[in-house]
Nanobody
Framework: QVQLVESGGGSVQAGGSLRLTCVVSGYAFSYSSRCLAWFRQVPGREREAVATLDTGVGRTNIDTSVKGRFTISQDKAKNTLYLEMNSLKPEDAAMYYC???????????????????WGQGTQVTVSA
């Protein structure tokens, strides 16, 4: 059973930084290619993909709304996914989730329905 546990959320002022961490168990990053992603959701809105990463070749995709400010990365040895968030804006406030597909994809999907396993989420609050 694949499990994901996020951490690193918190409350920051606009312009600040946070690094989110997602530890994955039940799947080894180095074993086969899967897509990992960070999604975010605010109440009343659809869950949206912020960034995706292919564990096999390390290919990443960043949503235009956060490009240049957010970076997604992996540590294969630790089976861990990261989201480095800089220059945070109030509109970045949301619950952030990490997710993984159950097979390899190319390119990595951005629809939440294409991801099989999810973490419990970590809250990010950004004050103006």
């Amino acid at each position: 059973q694949v499990q994901l546990v996020e951490s690193g959320g918190g409350s920051v002022q606009a312009g600040g930084s946070l690094r989110l961490t997602c530890v994955v168990s039940g799947y080894a990053f180095s074993y086969s290619s899967r897509c990992l992603a960070w999604f975010r959701q605010v109440p009343g809105r659809e869950r949206e993909a912020v960034a995706t990463l292919d564990t096999g070749v390390g290919r990443t995709n960043i949503d235009t709304s956060v490009k240049g400010r957010f970076t997604i990365s992996q540590d294969k040895a630790k089976n861990t996914l990261y989201l480095e968030m800089n220059s945070l804006k109030p509109e970045d406030a949301a619950m952030y989730y990490c997710a993984i597909t159950n097979v390899g994809w190319y390119p990595c999907p951005v629809l939440s329905t294409d991801y099989t396993y999810w973490g419990q989420g970590t809250q990010v609050t950004v004050s103006a």
